[in-house]
């Protein structure tokens, strides 16, 4: 595995059945964050020292793992932003840091 940069490990059930995955880099630091914050979720500003595409790591480990993260729409001075929240029940096995 390339230890230069973030690495997860992890299993969650997808129709019934077991699928065990690896993420790295950005995908695998948004996955940590969203498993660390459970149903409060996440947002860009709370992690915005390296998430600055926050909704791209999401739209990956929706489309790429097949993680169920729903996107919650909340008002701020300015505008809206996306809370993301992770609804799959994951299981870290292993994480390595850079």
Not at 28 to 55: F, H, M, P
Not at 61 to 75: C, M, N, S, V
């Amino acid at each position: 595995m390339n230890t230069r940069k973030w690495t997860v490990r992890f299993v969650f059930y997808q129709n019934g059945k077991r699928r065990e995955c690896i993420a790295s880099g950005r995908n695998a630091q948004t996955l940590l964050c969203l498993v660390t914050a459970g149903k409060e979720g996440i947002t860009a500003a709370e992690i915005s020292c390296w998430a600055n595409r926050l909704g791209a790591y999401v739209h990956c480990l929706r489309k790429d793992y097949g993680l169920d993260i729903i996107t919650h729409t909340q008002p701020h001075e300015g505008g809206f932003h996306g809370r993301y929240e992770l609804l799959d029940a994951v299981e870290l096995i292993e994480v390595i840091k850079p």
